[in-house]
Nanobody, 115 residues
Framework: QVQVVESGGGSVQPGGSLRLSCVVS????????MMWYRQAPGKERELVAG????????SYADSVKGRFTISRDNAKKMLYLQMNSLKPEDTAVYYC????????WGQGTQVTVSS
């Protein structure tokens, strides 16, 4: 049984920072890729950032480029999203997705950016 669990969400003022974490547990030998998605109320879920298994290639949505940084620790099977210069429009539930043959999703963690 594979579990994906996010943490680190919370409430922050505009311009602030948060670091999201995602840990994958269970019978997985290789995680090929990991991604962060987010979904705001009334909006479709969108891909925020992705990283390859080797951590040598990353991609970001245009809306977060220069502000967010995705990274991973393969030994710990963890994924991170450092979010800086947060804006109200970043408010959403953030989801971790792991690709390991099949696709596994976390339950999401709420990020709220408001003054």
């Amino acid at each position: 049984q594979v579990q994906v669990v996010e943490s680190g969400g919370g409430s922050v003022q505009p311009g602030g920072s948060l670091r999201l974490s995602c840990v994958v547990s269970g019978n997985i030998f290789t995680i090929y890729g990991m991604m962060w998605y987010r979904q705001a109320p009334g909006k479709e879920r969108e891909l925020v950032a992705g990283i390859t298994s080797a951590g040598d290639s990353t991609s970001y949505a245009d809306s977060v480029k220069g502000r967010f940084t995705i990274s991973r620790d393969n030994a710990k099977k963890m994924l991170y999203l450092q979010m800086n210069s947060l804006k109200p429009e970043d408010t959403a539930v953030y989801y971790c997705r792991a690709l390991a043959g099949l696709s596994y999703w976390g339950q999401g963690t709420q990020v709220t950016v408001s003054s």
